[in-house]
């Protein structure tokens, strides 16, 4: 089971943090957004032993993942409009991957809006 928290209304430039706690042991966390009318895409991903994985060229250097155990967050700085999204949590047993379709448990999702 995972549990996010975090998301809000923000300005452009601002900055929030997501958190994500799973309630078991967990190879790999991965958040994943979805912005309306879009598909849900890969926006990160870490790995138990801390390695990290960016699959969003326009967040580059603004988000950051990381992890304590089992629990992942994200960082996301001078946001802007396009990030509005509702943002997931994914966990996955065996592998990294920005593929909606390969996690094996998701959060329950957390909406970040980006006002101009």
């Known amino acids: 089971q995972l549990v996010e928290s975090g998301g809000g209304l923000v300005q452009s430039g601002g900055s929030l943090r997501l958190s994500c706690a799973a309630s078991a042991d967990v190879y790999a966390i991965g958040w994943f957004r979805q912005a309306p009318g879009k598909e849900r895409e890969g926006v990160a991903c870490i790995r138990d032993n801390g390695q990290r994985l960016y699959y969003l060229e326009p967040v580059g250097g603004r988000f950051i993942i990381s992890r304590d155990k089992n629990t992942a967050y994200l960082y996301m700085t001078n946001l802007n409009s396009e990030d509005t999204a509702v943002y997931y949590c994914?966990?996955?047993?065996?592998?990294?991957?920005?593929?909606?379709?390969?996690?094996?448990?998701w959060g329950q999702g957390t909406q970040v809006t980006v006002s101009p």
């Open positions: 994914a966990a996955s047993r065996f592998v990294c991957s920005n593929d909606p379709e390969i996690p094996d448990d």
